[in-house]
């Protein structure tokens, strides 16, 4: 039997509510109600199931570098072994805000959001690199964010 998990089915009046969502996280239950056809409470309903079972999360996006956080990078790791395993204690990391196990040149990409050069330089060296099985890390500076969107919507 597999471990994966479920992926829920959403219909048309769900994936409108998450696409409504992404445009503007803050927009009233009865709006949306208004635009899907249903009343506030069942909206709130929805939107209740959709955050419970993981499909949706409701939160405020910042810009690191406006809350002291100057130093963002990617970070390609390389691991000996399953890369779940060293992916599972990189995510452990409060500095790390994303990991992905990859299957191209990398086994891993994490985002690292720190506050400065030497807090990079010692999350790196001291607590990722020390990661059982982690043999090579590559990071990759971000001089300029161009693009960061969440309103790409549902299938």
């Known amino acids: 039997m597999s471990d994966k998990p479920k992926v829920p089915v959403l219909d048309d009046v769900s994936k409108r509510i998450i696409e409504l969502l992404q445009e503007d996280g803050r927009r009233p ?3 949306i109600g208004r635009a899907v056809g249903l009343s506030e409470a069942a909206v709130r309903q929805r939107v209740q199931r959709l955050t419970d079972s993981g ?9 690191p570098r406006q809350l002291g956080f100057s130093r963002m990078a990617m ?7 399953d890369p779940r395993v060293a992916a599972e204690a990189i995510a452990n990391i ?3 805000a994303y990991v992905n196990v990859t299957l191209g040149s990398f086994d891993i990409l994490a985002e690292a959001i720190c506050e ?3 807090d990079l330089l010692e999350l ?3 607590r990722i690199r020390t990661i059982e099985g982690v ?3 590559e990071c990759f500076l971000y001089a300029g964010l161009h693009k960061d969107l969440y309103n790409w919507g549902t299938r």
């Not at 970070?75 to 072994?81: H, M, N, Q, T």
């Open 135 to 137: 043999s090579h890390t």
């Open 124 to 126: 790196i060296a001291t």
């Open 29 to 31: 239950y009865a709006e």
């Open 55 to 63: 499909v949706v999360q409701i939160v405020a996006v910042t810009d």
């Open 94 to 96: 409060p500095e790390i």
């Open 116 to 118: 400065s050069d030497e």
């Open 75 to 81: 970070l390609g790791i390389r691991v000996d072994g």
